[in-house]
């Protein structure tokens, strides 16, 4: 429950200074947590990155001053830390959809982004099956992407990288499986963000195995505590699930997010869901 008093109380924080310089170290402070956790967490339980969430609050406040028919363009861009009002134009219409000049009129339409507030929700004791595994550092072998993600939107999408693969070259990644997680797994790593609210990170699909393929790229995982939670059904269920990880799971326990890689392995219509951890405080 903490965890969700700290995330809100950086909220806060962002919200008294949207027309300041706001550092996410800082925010990251705030809620008591290194800013990789801060800002992978955020991520994961808003679907946005934190850099786009203050980039549509700052872009909501400044087209409801532009209402106001005596305040010029120029002054709102600097306020909300755009370098010139073009730049600002720029971001303003891909946002609101129209200029600020034509925002300024009384009967045009703009969109609003209402602050955020991070909340726990009982849903009616949906019992949620994890252990906790030490694992000694491993590899990864199999087919690597660097994967974009702007406005919620993955660049290659999963279905794009799978299709790429194809069903032999899943066939061949699942024989070559030589150790926990087993199968044919799905590794998101090296996660970041950049201030124009862009999140890139690094998405493989292979295996775990000791050998060396010269045609896959290997990612090596150092020894980390994980969280491993068991999921039967499709893909809506691991969805489902891996939300329930961060908005349920993570408040509550006695864990907090490792600086590491989250991984999916699936065989038919059982999964598991690794969560790097480690003991809070």
């Known amino acids: 429950m903490d965890m969700l008093k700290e995330m809100n109380e950086a909220l806060n924080y962002i919200e008294g200074n949207l027309e300041n310089q706001i550092d996410l170290a800082e925010v990251a402070k705030r809620a008591y947590c290194s800013e990789y956790h801060f800002k992978r967490l955020f991520s994961l339980l808003s679907g946005i990155t934190i850099s786009e969430y203050i980039r549509r609050r700052r872009l909501t406040l400044a087209a409801l001053e532009l209402k106001e028919q005596h305040v010029k363009v120029i ?8 370098q010139s009002p073009d730049a600002f134009s720029r971001a303003f219409q891909n946002f609101h959809g129209v200029t600020p000049t034509l925002a300024k009129k009384p009967e045009q339409s703009l969109k609003v982004y209402p602050r955020m507030s991070f909340q726990l929700t009982i849903r009616g004791g949906v019992e949620m099956k994890y252990r906790i595994v030490e694992r000694e550092p491993f590899q990864v072998v199999g087919v690597k992407y660097e994967v974009e993600m702007v406005n919620e939107i993955l660049s290659p999408t999963y279905e794009d990288m ?113 969560i790097a951890i480690k003991k809070k405080g």
């Open 75 to 82: 002054d709102i861009a600097m306020k909300y830390g755009y």
């Open 162 to 274: 799978i299709a790429n693969v194809g069903e032999s070259g899943l066939n061949e990644l699942a024989t070559i499986s030589r150790g926990e997680p087993h199968g044919v797994v799905h590794v998101s790593a090296n996660y970041s963000e950049s201030i124009e609210g862009k999140a890139t990170f690094e998405q493989y699909i292979g295996a775990v195995t000791t050998e060396e393929i010269e045609k896959y790229e290997t990612l090596k995982i150092p020894s980390l505590l994980w969280a491993v939670f068991e999921v039967d059904g499709d893909w809506t269920q691991v969805e489902e699930q891996w939300q329930r990880i961060y908005s349920e799971w993570l408040p509550l326990s006695s864990y907090e997010l490792a600086e590491g890689p989250e991984i999916l392995a699936s065989k038919e219509q059982k999964s598991e869901i690794w």
